[in-house]
């Protein structure tokens, strides 16, 4: 999955180049800079948009091997039946909560029909293009995940009731395709990078120093800076800041803290009926000074390299000793994924552009629903976006003297 990761995220730095270049790209942001925000050399852009389009060719290559091409900005079919796809996955999975909860139905199940359409006909493209007249032909069908889930399930040794429908086979590629929120982390990031300069470039130091302009999984992964950066923010800001998990059993909870009721007694547990949606509030037992020390709720990179709180957090997460990816056999089965794909990012990124935060200093809100969404305060009905200056920077990774 490597070459893809770095393939769109050179092209994701091209594009900001060019945007960059291109001042009066109506594109760059959805509301003028103001005088204020001014910098030689860089404008104001509206990075989400474009990260969003990144990852989600990035879910195209990887996941269908199929080149949506979004970051080129041309309609595309298939492209706009996946966005209506991941949406109404979104509503329905509402829908579920709401259905369950007040009685309420949102019939955005209906929206689903179209996109698996799609995905199955993609399904029988590559099959017919893979093994023409028979199985027996025995090619290679591809290395993205969607042709080695089909592979896999049409092996031999199968039997009829272990094999996956045409539509639970589009339902699982929905796991991969959660390309929002891995661009919305990488905003997120970016974000912390401009408000933080100084761990902006004690990590672009780090990334300029790899002599490769594409390194292997290993070297991105023994990159000590590059990987407290990202355990950081995804500690700080996880995608989701909360779940609705619903119990599939009745159940006794033992409280970790014992509380005391009305009545004066202590409460020890509770009791959960079969079906019952439970509130986890994911960034605030990331942020929870319980688990991470009275520094909890501030932003540092470095706790990941001195382990002076990490070693105290005993919250049992599949990453690290963080919940942002769940934990269980229920954890995100893609995290590897996503994590691959924000250290690429971030090494390409970072290697050629600078981000800093406007001058004007507008306030981001974020809102979960139920992955996070950025919106710029007062510029709500401008919709999603998470505006920052974006520099070139010249062939040492510095910005060059007159766009100081």
């Keep these: 999955m490597a070459p893809v990761f770095y393939d769109v995220a050179y092209q994701l730095c091209d594009k900001f180049r060019q945007l960059v270049a291109d001042k009066n790209n109506a594109g760059l942001s959805p509301s003028p800079p103001r005088p204020i925000d001014a910098v030689s050399g860089g404008a104001k852009t509206e990075v ?3 990260i969003n389009m990144a990852t989600f060719d990035v879910t195209g290559l990887a996941g269908f091997g199929h080149a949506f091409e979004a970051l080129s900005e041309k309609p595309n079919r298939l492209t706009s039946c996946m966005h209506r796809y991941i949406a109404a996955f979104f509503e329905a999975r509402l829908s579920d909560y709401l259905a369950g909860t007040y009685h309420i139905q949102i019939r955005s199940e209906s929206r689903l029909t179209p996109p698996k359409r799609i995905a199955g006909e993609r399904k029988n493209d590559i ?13 290679d069908i591809g290395n993205d995940l969607f042709s080695i889930l ?17 539509e639970v086979l589009a339902d699982q590629l929905l796991t991969f395709a959660r390309s929002e929120t891995v661009a919305t982390s990488l905003s ?9 300069p100084d761990v902006q470039n004690r990590l672009r130091t780090e990334l300029v120093s790899v002599d490769d302009d594409r390194p292997p999984v290993e070297v991105l992964d023994n990159l000590p800076y590059l990987d407290a950066f990202v355990r950081e923010a995804l500690r700080f800001f996880p995608a989701a800041p909360w779940v609705l998990p619903s119990a599939t059993g009745n159940a006794t909870v033992p409280l970790g803290t014992p509380i005391k009721g009305k009545d004066g007694k202590l409460i020890t547990s509770f009791n959960i009926d079969e079906r019952s949606y439970i ?16 520094d909890a709720e501030t932003f540092d990179p470095s706790r990941f390299l001195d382990h002076r709180t990490v070693n105290m957090a005993k919250l049992p997460g599949v990453y690290g000793n963080m919940i942002s990816f769940l934990a269980g056999p229920r954890n995100c089965i893609g995290y590897r994924f996503a994590l691959l794909q924000m250290k690429v990012m971030l090494f390409a990124l970072l290697r050629d552009l600078e981000f800093r935060e406007l001058k004007s200093k507008p306030e981001t809100v974020y809102r979960p629903s139920p992955a996070v969404r950025a919106y710029v305060k007062g510029e709500e009905h401008l919709g999603v976006q998470a505006p920052l200056m ?4 010249d062939n040492s990774g510095h910005v060059s003297k007159d766009r100081c």
């Design 48 to 50: 989400l948009k474009y």
């Design 390 to 393: 974006v520099i070139p920077l």
């Design 150 to 166: 089909i592979k896999a399930n049409m092996a031999f040794d199968l039997e009829p009731h272990e094999r996956l429908s045409d």
């Design 279 to 294: 509130f986890l509030p994911l960034r605030a037992m990331n942020i929870s000074t319980t688990f991470w020390g009275p």
């Design 127 to 139: 099959l017919q293009q893979s093994f023409g007249e028979g199985i027996n032909k025995k090619q």
């Design 188 to 196: 997120i990031f970016l974000r912390l990078l401009s408000e933080h």
